[in-house]
T-cell receptor
């Protein structure tokens, strides 16, 4: 089991550019979560998918953020346009059931300059 | 809404000493509780979880945690700390909306 796979590991982009973060959950896991980690706010849930359907996107900060899960093995988080305050580590996590605790990926460290 | 408080931002212990990291939660129903560890530049790894039953839960790497409903606490313990335990530790509670809410974390430094 390769675990939750995120790409890229690091991303540096200029303000105003579009950024796409990718996630491959563990096979068989039916729940997928995107989190953002910053020093100031800690770990924040951005969006939660269950069986590829977005269930709760109340944590998505602005319309500049969007997430998709076109199939059970792939999800993207897109920021367009990016801003310096979006700089953070973005984690993807998956779970076979929402009650069993999540398995986290290694994260994508995003820097917007 | 659920919440988690980790009162200690930073703890320093000597290698071989015992460790206790504090966690208090707020949740109206029976909580599902978790402890995760994060090494620098890494993702979060699940140490242990409590759903029901025995209030003393054993986890990986020699860690254990005790659920105390009367104190709304779920403290993490280890009898003898190793230098490799230096990391940041997060307590979390799962709410009815399937949202895993984390505390702000406790950074553990281990002195040789």
């Amino acid at each position: 089991d390769a675990g939750v796979i995120q790409s890229p590991r690091h991303e540096v982009t200029e303000m105003g550019q579009e950024v796409t973060l990718r996630c491959k959950p563990i096979s068989g896991h039916n729940s997928l979560f995107w989190y953002r980690q910053t020093m100031m706010r800690g770990l924040e849930l951005l969006i939660y998918f269950n069986n590829n359907v977005p269930i709760d996107d109340s944590g998505m900060p602005e319309d500049r953020f969007s997430a998709k899960m076109p199939n059970a093995s792939f999800s993207t988080l897109k920021i367009q346009p990016s801003e310096p305050r979006d700089s953070a580590v973005y984690f993807c996590a998956s779970s076979p059931d929402s009650n069993y605790g999540y398995t986290f990926g290694s994260g994508t460290r995003l820097t917007v300059v | 809404a659920q919440s988690v408080t980790q009162p200690d931002i930073h703890i320093t212990v000597s290698e071989g000493a015992s460790l206790e990291l504090r966690c208090n939660y707020s949740y109206g129903a029976t909580p599902y509780l978790f402890w995760y560890v994060q090494s620098p530049g890494q993702g979060l790894q699940l140490l242990l979880k409590y759903f029901s039953g025995d209030t003393l839960v054993q986890g990986i790497k020699g860690f254990e945690a005790e659920f105390k409903r009367s104190q709304s606490s779920f403290n993490l313990r280890k009898p003898s700390v190793h230098w490799s335990d230096a990391a940041e530790y997060f307590c979390a509670v799962l709410g009815s909306n399937y949202k895993l809410t984390f505390g702000k974390g406790t950074l553990l430094t281990v002195n040789p």
